[in-house]
């Protein structure tokens, strides 16, 4: 068999590289014409050795992966294109369920008020025997009371959520109605803290066990929801140690909740009057007088813009576990009002601590919360109500039996025959000397010549001469309750002038109540639960007295 390759071809050679095949003819081989360049075949035979020689294949194409591409190699782009595109969108997917995350968390956080608690849920749950089921309403139970409290209901079709776009920014927190429910047991009788003019108070706990008192407000649809809101912003920038400060409030339809710290020793009227209780210290009295006085003080004086209380009363004086004063129920009646004049036709405040002055204008201004003030400090100083039914007609009103007595006390220095029987005149006379002055000079009929509360702050302190206090704005005069002013009405209003104008008064109040338009306040003792003589009770007295 011979050994060379077939003819036509190029031999290879193995021991060392050679030059391009086809380009150096084999010294052993004839010369032969010029060859065409070698096709693939040529260029692609395998190298073969003597000791294995076989022949070569009649026809010998070029492997698949050397020529073209394999089939499967578009399928493999398709699926790199898709996996990219499918990361791609995965991505984005991603992307924006995070901004939903995110922007739900805060708007449940600030719904629930979690800026405040942070363990609000978004569907609490009800009393035991109770539970809500999301925003179903809460019907509370009939108590068999008709005297009880009525249960605010959120009205059909009303949400729950109290943050509608008012565009009023709240720096407190916003309770949905359900929390407040949840917290109260419901509105439950055995949580009411009692009744005044506003409404009714319950006493509720937080979910974070912080305790709250928690009012109802008695405005109804008149309100308007962007009213609301910037009123109790208003009153939720108050921040002073004498005053109860405001921890929230809640929208829910027609229904205005607002939420209080709560202050556990009760109220001034309840410790003064209550049945049963032992008498207050001299020491405390001052204590109360001096802390309240500069809490009025503070809202007419010093926050921005300037709040009158418009019903300052015993009732309305809460006392901590110290005995520390602290005003509550700062412009709530602003809430009712219908104008910025302050003047309405409704009777505003407590019967027994209104100014003269308001039978006459039916307004109520800085210097007639100094005239109610007056008349809390004599509540201090004799332990006497405003309105006493169990005393004669003349001096059944405290302003009235107490002037001739002031003003002898004043005069001889001797305060026995106006102090408090149950301090068995256990007083410091200095003391009491200027809180009598005080309490004289703001009860005074005019009411441009009563001080401001800041006077009363510094002269209860003995930082104020009382003398100077005695002759407050007119200078050179110095009488507490002579009549003195530049006009003939200034010279000749008197006791009996005042007397005409408080029966005008009472028979506007009963008007008012008849015609059941009268914003006036009611019983209000112990947080409403023992009757006070210086509301209902005295118009009680005039009814039956006309009859």
Same mark, same amino acid.
């Given at each position: 068999?011979?050994?060379? +390759? #077939?003819?036509?071809? %190029?031999?290879? $050679?193995?021991?060392?590289?050679?030059? *391009?095949? @086809?380009? &150096?003819? =084999?010294? /052993?081989?004839?010369?032969?014409?010029?060859?065409?360049?070698?096709?693939?075949?040529?260029?692609?035979?395998?190298?073969?050795?003597?000791?294995?020689?076989? +022949? #070569?294949?009649?026809? %010998?194409?070029? $492997?698949?992966?050397?020529?073209?591409? *394999?089939? @499967?190699? &578009?399928? =493999?782009? /398709?699926?790199?294109?898709?996996?990219?595109?499918?990361?791609?969108?995965?991505?984005?997917?991603?992307?924006?369920?995070?901004?939903?995350?995110?922007?739900?968390?805060?708007?449940?956080?600030?719904?629930?008020?979690?800026?405040?608690?942070?363990?609000?849920?978004?569907?609490?749950?009800?009393?035991?025997?109770?539970?809500?089921?999301?925003?179903?309403?809460?019907?509370?139970?009939?108590?068999?009371?008709?005297?009880?409290?009525?249960?605010?209901?959120?009205?059909?079709?009303?949400?729950?959520?109290?943050?509608?776009?008012?565009?009023?920014?709240?720096?407190?927190?916003?309770?949905?109605?359900?929390?407040?429910?949840?917290?109260?047991?419901?509105?439950?009788?055995?949580?009411?803290?009692?009744?005044?003019?506003?409404?009714?108070?319950?006493?509720?706990?937080?979910?974070?066990?912080?305790?709250?008192?928690?009012?109802?407000?008695?405005?109804?649809?008149?309100?308007?929801?962007?009213?609301?809101?910037?009123?109790?912003?208003?009153?939720?920038?108050?921040?002073?140690?004498?005053?109860?400060?405001?921890?929230?409030?809640?929208?829910?339809?027609?229904?205005?909740?607002?939420?209080?710290?709560?202050?556990?020793?009760?109220?001034?009227?309840?410790?003064?009057?209550?049945?049963?209780?032992?008498?207050?210290?001299?020491?405390?009295?001052?204590?109360?007088?001096?802390?309240?006085?500069?809490?009025?003080?503070?809202?007419?004086?010093?926050?921005?813009?300037?709040?009158?209380?418009?019903?300052?009363?015993?009732?309305?004086?809460?006392?901590?576990?110290?005995?520390?004063?602290?005003?509550?129920?700062?412009?709530?009646?602003?809430?009712?009002?219908?104008?910025?004049?302050?003047?309405?036709?409704?009777?505003?405040?407590?019967?027994?601590?209104?100014?003269?002055?308001?039978?006459?204008?039916?307004?109520?201004?800085?210097?007639?919360?100094?005239?109610?003030?007056?008349?809390?400090?004599?509540?201090?100083?004799?332990?006497?109500?405003?309105?006493?039914?169990?005393?004669?007609?003349?001096?059944?009103?405290?302003?009235?039996?107490?002037?001739?007595?002031?003003?002898?006390?004043?005069?001889?220095?001797?305060?026995?025959?106006?102090?408090?029987?149950?301090?068995?005149?256990?007083?410091?006379?200095?003391?009491?000397?200027?809180?009598?002055?005080?309490?004289?000079?703001?009860?005074?009929?005019?009411?441009?010549?009563?001080?401001?509360?800041?006077?009363?702050?510094?002269?209860?302190?003995?930082?104020?001469?009382?003398?100077?206090?005695?002759?407050?704005?007119?200078?050179?005069?110095?009488?507490?309750?002579?009549?003195?002013?530049?006009?003939?009405?200034?010279?000749?209003?008197?006791?009996?002038?005042?007397?005409?104008?408080?029966?005008?008064?009472?028979?506007?109040?009963?008007?008012?109540?008849?015609?059941?338009?009268?914003?006036?306040?009611?019983?209000?003792?112990?947080?409403?639960?023992?009757?006070?003589?210086?509301?209902?009770?005295?118009?009680?007295?005039?009814?039956?007295?006309?009859?």
């Amino acid at each position: 068999m011979s050994l060379l +390759p #077939p003819q036509g071809t %190029v031999p290879i $050679p193995i021991p060392t590289p050679s030059p *391009p095949l @086809g380009v &150096s003819p =084999s010294p /052993t081989s004839p010369p032969s014409p010029p060859l065409d360049p070698p096709s693939p075949v040529v260029l692609l035979f395998p190298p073969h050795t003597p000791e294995n020689v076989t +022949p #070569p294949a009649p026809e %010998v194409t070029p $492997p698949p992966a050397a020529v073209k591409s *394999p089939p @499967g190699s &578009s399928s =493999s782009t /398709t699926f790199v294109a898709l996996g990219v595109g499918i990361g791609i969108g995965g991505a984005i997917v991603l992307v924006c369920v995070g901004i939903f995350v995110i922007w739900y968390k805060r708007k449940k956080r600030k719904r629930l008020g979690m800026d405040e608690f942070g363990c609000a849920s978004s569907q609490p749950q009800g009393p035991k025997g109770d539970p809500f089921r999301g925003p179903q309403q809460i019907i509370p139970p009939s108590t068999g009371n008709s005297h009880g409290p009525p249960k605010p209901t959120p009205p059909p079709g009303i949400s729950s959520n109290p943050h509608p776009k008012t565009g009023v920014a709240f720096t407190k927190t916003t309770f949905t109605y359900e929390e407040l429910a949840l917290a109260t047991e419901n509105f439950s009788g055995a949580n009411l803290l009692g009744q005044g003019g506003f409404g009714y108070v319950h006493k509720g706990v937080l979910c974070d066990g912080k305790v709250v008192a928690i009012k109802q407000l008695k405005i109804g649809s008149g309100q308007g929801e962007r009213e609301f809101q910037a009123e109790v912003e208003t009153i939720s920038r108050v921040n002073h140690k004498h005053l109860v400060s405001l921890v929230g409030h809640c929208m829910s339809g027609i229904q205005r909740l607002l939420v209080y710290e709560y202050v556990s020793n009760r109220t001034l009227e309840f410790h003064l009057h209550g049945k049963g209780r032992p008498p207050v210290s001299w020491a405390t009295r001052m204590k109360i007088a001096l802390g309240s006085a500069k809490g009025l003080a503070y809202l007419h004086e010093d926050c921005q813009p300037k709040i009158i209380h418009r019903d300052i009363k015993s009732s309305n004086i809460l006392l901590d576990e110290n005995f520390e004063a602290k005003v509550a129920d700062f412009g709530l009646a602003r809430l009712y009002s219908e104008t910025d004049t302050h003047v309405s036709t409704r009777v505003m405040g407590t019967f027994g601590y209104l100014a003269p002055e308001y039978a006459l204008t039916g307004k109520l201004t800085y210097k007639s919360d100094v005239f109610s003030f007056g008349v809390v400090l004599l509540e201090l100083i004799t332990g006497r109500r405003p309105i006493d039914r169990s005393q004669n007609y003349l001096d059944d009103n405290i302003i009235d039996w107490a002037r001739p007595l002031l003003t002898q006390a004043l005069e001889d220095n001797n305060f026995d025959s106006v102090a408090d029987p149950k301090l068995q005149k256990d007083y410091n006379s200095i003391e009491m000397a200027r809180m009598v002055t005080c309490a004289s000079v703001c009860v005074r009929h005019l009411a441009r010549r009563r001080p401001r509360m800041s006077q009363i702050v510094l002269a209860l302190k003995g930082n104020l001469p009382l003398e100077e206090l005695k002759e407050g704005i007119q200078p050179g005069h110095s009488g507490v309750y002579d009549s003195y002013g530049s006009s003939d009405y200034d010279a000749s209003y008197d006791t009996a002038h005042y007397k005409e104008d408080l029966i005008k008064f009472r028979k506007m109040a009963l008007e008012s109540i008849d015609h059941n338009t009268s914003e006036y306040s009611g019983p209000t003792s112990d947080f409403g639960r023992q009757p006070s003589g210086s509301s209902s009770e005295g118009l009680s007295n005039i009814q039956q007295r006309q009859q």
